[in-house]
């Protein structure tokens, strides 16, 4: 059976009507209140599950440091006074940022063309290999152009020594089954699992910037959802950018993070 193989969950998280009775226009937390009524006598057996809410401040800063490691971004907080409104951001997310030096070994054109579409980031690992760890794309049409002018520098003979300069031999080699060249590192160019027909191409630069970047959410040292930039690091060389900017986050097996969870 489809259920027994790929069981599913209900997660229920606000009540908008109980029966033939609409709580649209109460609070939250009368709508908070029948919710529990209506589900919390199935605890945390499922198939229906109610989401965790608390009004203690200690107690919130506590999922938002822990629940990390079991893949959640972070907390969401709201007004337990207001009702519910309809397309409307009235939620305040609160999600982990974090910030990272690191290097810039190549740039994508924007679709539009001309400008910088975004910036491939790199870390160095203890052997020395620079690693592709995500991108930076968070820029205004001013910045893209600005970026031109602020990479050119550093295009002239960037693919003598480059890096990642094996990358396309490295991915025709994946795509036929042959083993990766050894120490080619996690490299930019292969095609997007969301997207198969995204222009992937890029561009080399000397990998001699350094950029401090805010992330939300790391994922096997990978910077998901792109990262913001936030300035340029004239003051730090590149070899200073390894693994050792990147903080992750606790793992889910930890004893606390599992607690929590199963509590």
């Known amino acids: 059976m489809l259920a027994e193989k790929t069981p599913a969950g209900f997660v229920a998280f606000d009540l908008l009507a109980l029966g ?15 919710l529990e009524g209506a589900l919390g006598h199935l605890g945390s057996q499922g198939p229906c599950y109610l989401t965790r809410t608390t009004t203690d401040p200690a107690e919130a800063e506590r999922w ?20 519910y409104r309809e397309n409307e951001r009235v939620m305040l997310k609160v999600k982990h940022e974090r910030t990272a030096d690191c290097v810039v070994a190549g740039f994508r054109w924007h679709k539009s063309g001309g400008v910088i579409g975004s910036m491939l ?64 590192g996690r490299m930019p160019g292969g095609q997007s699992r969301w997207n198969a027909g995204k222009d992937q191409s890029w561009e080399p630069v000397r990998p001699e910037l350094v950029v401090e970047v ?4 790391l994922e096997k040292r990978r910077l998901r959802h792109g990262t913001k930039l936030l300035r340029f690091r004239p003051d730090k060389d590149p070899a200073q950018c390894t693994w050792r900017e990147l903080r992750p986050p606790r793992r889910r097996d930890d004893p606390t993070v599992e607690g929590l969870l199963a509590g």
Request: net charge negative.
């Open 121 to 184: 980031l790199g870390l160095y690992d203890d052997k020395g290999t620079l690693h592709h760890v995500g991108v930076t794309a968070s820029f205004t049409m001013a910045k893209r152009k600005e970026l031109v002018d602020t990479l050119a520098p550093f295009r002239e003979g960037a693919l003598d020594n480059h890096p990642w300069k094996d990358w396309a031999s490295a991915m025709a080699a994946v795509s036929t089954g042959t083993p990766r060249t050894p120490g080619a």
């Open 64 to 83: 938002f440091e822990h629940f990390e490691g079991a893949g959640l971004d972070g907390v969401v907080a709201k007004p337990d006074h207001l009702p």
């Open 214 to 217: 805010r992330y939300d959410k």
């Open 20 to 34: 033939d009775e609409s709580y649209v226009d109460r609070p939250l937390s009368e709508r908070r209140a029948a």
